[in-house]
């Protein structure tokens, strides 16, 4: 859902709030998709980490991760996710995270993790 106000820039400043549910199955993980503004060759651009403003809005603690893949079909043919996870505190308040994205700060859950960051989609 776009939330008008109330951003990591106060009042006026517009976020995206997501919601995921416990338990196991569809909605259980919390899982943004952009195959637009996202994609590309992160390697050859040197891109090294991604960052993003993010503030838990729950009442458990969270382990964020960051996944990227290159997707040809129904499933990726390569998928990297974050070694390391991020905690989030329930009731943080906006933060600033930042996911390192070297290869060798990313394990390749199909395919490889050079792939992946060659042909994010």
């Given at each position: 859902?776009n939330?008008?106000?109330?951003?990591?820039?106060?009042?006026?400043?517009?976020?995206l709030?997501?919601?995921?549910?416990?338990?196991?199955?569809?909605?259980?993980?919390?899982?943004?998709?952009?195959?637009?503004q996202?994609?590309?060759?992160?390697?050859?651009?040197?891109?090294?980490?991604?960052?993003?403003?993010?503030?838990?809005?729950?009442?458990?603690d969270?382990?964020?991760?960051?996944?990227?893949?290159?997707?040809?079909?129904?499933?990726?043919?390569?998928?990297?996710?974050?070694?390391?996870?991020?905690?989030?505190?329930?009731?943080?308040?906006?933060?600033?995270?930042?996911?390192?994205?070297?290869?060798?700060?990313?394990?390749?859950?199909?395919?490889?993790?050079?792939?992946?960051?060659?042909?994010?989609?």
């Open positions: 859902m939330v008008a106000t109330g951003g990591p820039a106060g009042d006026g400043d517009a976020y709030q997501i919601t995921s549910v416990s338990g196991n199955g569809p909605g259980t993980r919390l899982v943004v998709f952009n195959s637009t996202w994609a590309g060759d992160y390697m050859a651009a040197g891109i090294t980490a991604i960052s993003m403003d993010v503030d838990n809005l729950g009442a458990t969270l382990e964020l991760r960051l996944s990227i893949a290159t997707q040809t079909s129904a499933a990726p043919t390569d998928r990297a996710v974050s070694s390391v996870a991020i905690p989030l505190l329930a009731g943080s308040g906006w933060t600033t995270v930042q996911f390192p994205i070297d290869p060798g700060d990313l394990t390749a859950l199909a395919g490889s993790v050079a792939n992946a960051l060659a042909g994010a989609s």
